[in-house]
Structures are given as structure tokens and as C-alpha cells.
């Protein structure tokens, strides 16, 4: 006797960014779409740290009330001096990232998508005219790996893998009052965080704590909270969580999609190779995955990775940056050379290029920024709630 199973026109798995923005466009498009993930809920077990850049934050709303805006970079030496960065009208948005992704899978939920936890993709077998799912009595026309640098989609249907990786581990804290949250912190040190950087973040819960290292290379975090702690205070707060994971850092892997499967998000490698910054690139393709795929399977659209294909980034100047990046150069240079002009404009090009709003002038901004100085505590609230935790 064959065993009944529920078929979906559309699997996806990973409850990442990428993959619930995608199960929210295209149940709201009309697909009977399921996630599929081995975590308990949406927010469990988070692994990033969420900072949303401002063309992330205008690609897909999110509730005010789960991020808090950043105007600019502190960009600190090995030897802690520092400079300050921004752009006028240009900011970023750190974010209760449990949350916002509690939120989002309510998104997809409301928007029709059926999400299953607990639940571990072990591969699928095309029979039928569908992919029947191992172990979970699903069959799907389509299937959206958004599951993760590591993706057990793509080593299961031989498409491409992240190779290189930033390997990164963060701490929460409350109670961190001498974080300007004006500004995202950023610490330079090819002895402490060589190839990357190490990080304070203040965010609506908690301020946010971590370095990442270059491939090949291991991170020591508590070596660079002690180097910090004269700055910072970390010993006067409270740590309420750990994590740690790894960021791909190669560019687009290949090939990202096969018949009647695709790749998003960290498991494509849509993840800048210099900043690591990758959810920006989630809620996009994530949004044009859920839209080409819904266009494919309702009205003889074409392949959806035929679609994305001409929007993908290539991250040509990036790969370069992130060649030049791991070569760690020696801390006295970098402290020689923060306040220089050569430097300064990198800094600058690397977090901001050439954005920035029009009808607003650096010195404009620059003076507003400064009137918020004496207006907003530094100080981290909510200590009187429970905290996201749970290692990555």
C-alpha cells in the first residue's frame, strides 16, 4: 500500500531570512508553500547579528520596534584612536534578530505558508512529477535551499559549496552604558581579528559583541574584549548570550540552481566577500526567488534561476578587497595610517560608497549628529527582559 504524503508546489528549507521572506512572497502569489528546518522556532539557535543596512531595511519593512538606527562607524586602530564615519542620510539598523525572524515566520505563516520545525531534509527523489522529501512524507514541484553556509540542499543535489569562510563568535550584553549607540564600533587589529574586524553593535536588547577572523584562522574573543574593556566596561555588564558560526566569504558558488531546485541566501554565497554583509541580498532574492518561482510554476514563466541569474552580484571588486584583506597588515601601519587620506577614503568607500542623501550637505549632518550626543542614553534597556540565547 502506498504511503499518503502532502504535496506542495514549492519546499523550502531553512527558516533563514532568505528563506521565510521567499515562503511569504510566494504563498502571498498563490503557491502552497512549506519550510522545512531542524530548529524548534523561528529566532532559535540565531547565528548573525543582524544589522541591516539602509537599503536592506527600504527592500523589506520591518517593525520599528525590533531594530534601532545607527548614523555612522566608529573606526578604531590597533592602538584605539579613531575616526568617525557617516554619510548624510545613510544609516543602519541593528536589530532584536530573534525577533525579527520570530516576525517574519508569523509573516509567512499569515501569508498561507505552512512551517515545519523539528524537521531535517535528508534529501529527495523525483517521482511523480514532484520531489518526494526523505523522511517527511512531502513531495514539492520545487525545491529553495536557503538553509545556510553549510547547505545540506546543495550537497545532496551536487551543486555548489561555500569554501571559504569568516569565522565569527559574539557575545550579548546588558548593562553596556559607555557604547555610544550612535555609531557601530569597529575595531581593527590584525593580531586580535586578522582579515575582518572585531564589532560592538548596540541593538534594541542588547548591545552585541564580536569579532570575526580571515579563513583559515581561529577567533579568541576573550583577548579582544580585555584590549577593549578600558573603553567599553565590559566587566561592569551582564553577558547574556554566546554564539558563533561561519560567514561565507567566497562570492556566488557554482552552480547555484539544477532542474527544479535553487539556491538563496548563505547557501548561494550572496554574502559580500569584504563586510560579510548578507542580509540585504537575502530579502532580495529571497523576494524575487518567491516571485520567479511562483511566475514558473502558475504561468509558464521562465526557469526562475534564469531570472535571477541576471541580478545576482558578481562581487568583483569585493573578492579583490577581500584578497587584500587577508594579508593582515601589521598593527603599527594601520595605526600610522587610520587618520590618512588613502585610508579614510577606503574606510569610507568600504561602508558607505557612494551612498547618501541628496539636499543634505556633510556638515548639515555632521551637526545634527552631534546634537544627538546629549539626547540619547547611552544605555542598554530592557534588562528586565529575557534575552535571545542559544548557541549558533
Known amino acids: 500500500m502506498t504511503q ?21 512572497t510566494a504563498s502571498m502569489r498563490g503557491l502552497k508553500v512549506v519550510v522545512i528546518d531542524a530548529k524548534k522556532e523561528a529566532g532559535d539557535r540565531v547565528a548573525t547579528t543582524g544589522i541591516l543596512v539602509k537599503e536592506a531595511a527600504e527592500e523589506f519593512d520591518v517593525p520599528h520596534r525590533l531594530t534601532r538606527r545607527v548614523h555612522g562607524v566608529r573606526l578604531y586602530a590597533p592602538n584605539l584612536t579613531h575616526i568617525d564615519l557617516f554619510a548624510p542620510g545613510y544609516f543602519f539598523l541593528t536589530t532584536d ?64 559549496r561555500n569554501e571559504r569562510f569568516l569565522t565569527g563568535v559574539e557575545v550579548e550584553y546588558v548593562g553596556l552604558d559607555h557604547a555610544d549607540p550612535r555609531f557601530l564600533h569597529c575595531f581593527l587589529d590584525s593580531k586580535l581579528a586578522p582579515g575582518y574586524i572585531g564589532w560592538v553593535a548596540v ?32 566587566s ?18 557554482r552552480p547555484w540552481a539544477a532542474p ?20 540585504r541580498y537575502a530579502f532580495r532574492f529571497g523576494r524575487r526567488a518567491g516571485q520567479a518561482i511562483a511566475d514558473h ?17 558578481r562581487f568583483t571588486v569585493k573578492r579583490g578587497l577581500r584578497l ?14 587610520l587618520r590618512s587620506k588613502p585610508l579614510g577614503w577606503l574606510a569610507q568607500h568600504v561602508y558607505f560608497h557612494r551612498r547618501g542623501a541628496k539636499g543634505l550637505t556633510f556638515a548639515e549632518f555632521e551637526a545634527r549628529l552631534a546634537t544627538l550626543a546629549g539626547s540619547v542614553a547611552v544605555t542598554t534597556p530592557l534588562a528586565d527582559e529575557p534575552e535571545a540565547s542559544g548557541p549558533c
Not at 523525483?126 to 514541484?141: K, N
Not at 538553509?147 to 543535489?157: E, L
Not at 534594541?204 to 574573543?221: S, Y
Not at 527544479?260 to 548578507?278: C, E, F, H, N, Y
Open 260 to 279: 527544479g531546485v535553487m539556491l538563496i541566501g548563505d547557501a548561494a554565497g550572496t554574502v559580500s566577500p569584504a563586510t560579510g554583509g548578507g542580509i
Open 297 to 313: 510554476l502558475q504561468h509558464l514563466g521562465p526557469r526562475p534561476d534564469a531570472v535571477l541569474a541576471a541580478e545576482l552580484p
Open 324 to 337: 587584500a584583506l587577508d594579508l593582515a597588515p601589521p598593527n603599527a601601519l594601520i595605526s600610522a595610517m
Open 97 to 160: 534578530t530573534a525577533g525579527l525572524l520570530r516576525w517574519l515566520g508569523d509573516e509567512a505563516e499569515r501569508a498561507g505558508a505552512r512551517l515545519l520545525w523539528d524537521a531535517h531534509f535528508r534529501g529527495g527523489v523525483w517521482e511523480g512529477g514532484v520531489f518526494r522529501l526523505a523522511g517527511l512524507d512531502i513531495g514539492a514541484r520545487y525545491v529553495l535551499g536557503a538553509d545556510g553556509a553549510r547547505s545540506t540542499v546543495a550537497r545532496h543535489f551536487r551543486l555548489g
Open 4 to 24: 499518503a504524503y502532502a504535496t506542495y508546489d514549492l519546499a523550502i528549507v531553512g527558516a533563514s531570512f532568505a528563506g521565510l521572506v521567499a515562503a511569504r
Open 236 to 253: 561592569k555588564a551582564r553577558m547574556t548570550a554566546r554564539r558563533a558560526g561561519r560567514i561565507p566569504c567566497g562570492g556566488i558558488v
Open 203 to 234: 541593538g534594541p536588547r542588547a548591545a552585541q559583541v564580536g569579532l570575526a577572523v580571515g579563513p583559515a584562522r581561529r577567533p579568541r574573543l576573550a583577548p579582544f574584549l580585555a584590549r577593549v574593556e578600558p573603553l567599553l566596561g565590559f
